[in-house]
């Protein structure tokens, strides 16, 4: 694992920013951290940073530990912060420029490069940038550092839907690169297309982890049936899930593949019918179902 | 140290150092041809009008008060010197730490293989340097001063010698007038060094003062409140220390009684050769206190144990997300 976690533990006093958390992300996995409000993704990064010191637990990039190495592990990691601020009395170029120096082996022409893709004026000071601005800035100097490890902290916040666009392409570019990526969002959508594998925080806890290929192959069929519902054939009897809807319809949860229910669902006597995958949002609300868990 | 990180304090301070920096250039460079315009005697007649009053506040005798050195020395006294030497100090001490997390900007530094130490480095680094060039500036004013004016005084009587003995006798001739002489025949810049040292000294004991607050600290603003406080303290500490025999011992509990810049002058023209001695002996060799110089080393070891002190605080805290 390139990074991996161990029962890590952030507590400020009784409360509890991040218990027991343990995971593992592969090299070459995009990684997405899903929650809501202080549910512990911005505080597992900032551990992973070094910026915090673990309560217990520990934290390892690359097998360097995050807190006593943090040095080192920071040589590995491009990381944008959810909350880019940026030297207001420098400009645009010269943000850039400082960082190039200030990274061992930066390259200027690279970040300019990535500043050009995201559209930005590279003469304009810092202080009078929108908050859109400044956040493409802070992700030129992210995305275009070649570090094994990228971290993003939602990185779309702020962006219109055309530099989503362009962020979630250079996510991609970096997977097909073999860089791992840890991409934290509230933007389900995202998540989904983006991410390999997804945890779930909830009140600093690590309550699930989903694989997005297995999730891609999850469907739901909605059935409302002129007569009645015949049991499916014994090997696909135990992996159904199927319930009564409130309309009297069926509701039928599918594991895996769909092509082996279909001769089934053809000797129904079906009225209507929908299939749709099931989707981040189904798993995301069996954890967090309250209205006020996502923005 | 880290020339990106250098490179990039400079350019935000460098305003703050200019417009300080001339400021102090010119309050130096006026103080001396104040010096000039009010003749040594007219000086003395005022000085000695309420010498009794304050003769316990000064560090100086008056012989050295009345000496064109001794006049020029009080310039490091003077509170527009001591008030842009804080801000500078206290303003970039403040901004080390809790400046750049009050700003979130910590945030994006840190993300960079940065190591903490070299972020507090030279953040010092450019202070203490600014600390320098902002000494070395009233030290500029005043030598421009001193080689700019002239001074009024009355010309030596006319003497006349008797033939074959070389023995001189003043001939009286009346009243004569006044003669202006350049006051470089009357005070030297390099006198002034030890007042150099001593202002620097303050200067970098202040900014590792601040330092220290500030690395345990998020908001700038209440970094310099605390530090602000706790100079004003210590002034009135000294003020209270000098002020009666019964209070003496609040002397000791403050850090300004180490700042005596007149002392120091005096000290170096008084004793050109020895006046660098770290500590003052008495003719048998026994320890005697610290001299002048004394006063601004130990500043300066208190600025740099402040200094090690952020820095232990810094490497090993949480820093919290921006605000």
Known sequence: MFVETHSLAKHYGHLKALDDCTFGVARGEVFGLLGPNGAGKTTLIRLLMGYLRPTGGRALVDQLDCCRQSLRVRQRVAYLPGDVRLFRPMRARDVLDFFARVRPGGDVVRLREFAARLQLDLTRRVALMSTGMRQKLGLAVTLAFDTPLLILDEPTSNLDPTVRRDVIRMVDEARDQGRTVIFSSHVLSEVEEVCDRVVILRDGRLVHTQDMSHLRRQHRIRLRLDGEMSLPPSPLAGQLKIHKSSDGGYVIETPDELSPLLGWLSTLPMSEVQIEPVGLRAVYDQFHSGPDDMP | ?323
């Not at chain 2, 003995?165 to 006198?191: C, H, M």
């Not at chain 2, 209440?222 to 706790?230: E, K, L, P």
């Not at chain 2, 209070?247 to 810049?261: A, D, G, I, K, R």
């Not at chain 2, 002058?265 to 500590?279: F, G, L």
Request: glycine residues 6%.
């Open chain 2, 1 to 323: 140290m880290n020339y990106a990180l250098w490179k990039k304090s400079v350019h935000e301070t460098r305003w703050l150092l200019a417009a300080s920096g001339l400021g102090m250039f010119l309050f130096c460079w006026a103080r001396v041809w104040l010096v000039s315009l009010v003749t040594m005697s007219k000086f003395a007649n005022v000085v000695a009008e309420f010498w009794k009053d304050v003769e316990r506040f000064s560090p100086v005798p008056l012989d050295h008060l009345l000496t064109y050195p001794g006049r020029i020395a009080v310039t490091f006294e003077e509170l527009i010197v001591i008030l842009l030497i804080s801000v500078w100090a206290i303003g970039r001490g403040s901004d080390t730490i809790s400046g750049e997390l009050g700003r979130g900007t910590m945030e994006m530094l840190l993300a960079q293989p940065v190591s903490r130490s070299q972020i507090l480095l030279t953040q010092a680094a450019v202070t203490v340097a600014g600390i320098a060039a902002l000494v070395f500036v009233v030290w500029l004013g005043i030598f421009t001063g001193i080689h700019l004016f002239s001074v009024e005084e009355a010309p030596p009587a006319p003497t006349f010698t008797i033939p074959l003995t070389r023995i001189e006798i003043p001939w009286p001739v009346g009243d004569q007038e006044p003669i202006r002489v350049p006051l470089a025949t009357k005070a030297k810049s390099f006198q002034f060094t030890a007042g150099c040292i001593n202002l620097f000294a303050l200067g970098f004991f202040l900014a590792g003062m601040t330092t220290l607050l500030s690395s345990w600290d998020r908001y700038r603003w209440r970094t310099i409140g605390i530090a602000v406080g706790v100079y004003i303290v210590q002034i009135v500490l000294k003020v209270f220390g000098l002020a009666h025999e019964s209070l003496q011992w609040m002397s000791y509990c403050t850090f300004y009684v180490l700042y005596e810049p007149q002392a120091a002058v005096y000290a170096q023209i008084q004793h050109p050769r020895t006046w660098w001695y770290p500590i003052l002996t008495n003719d048998q060799g026994r320890w005697q206190g610290l001299s002048p110089l004394g006063d601004s080393l130990l500043l300066v070891m208190l600025g740099c144990l402040a200094y090690a002190s952020a820095l232990v605080i810094f490497r090993r805290r949480d820093l919290p997300a921006p605000l």
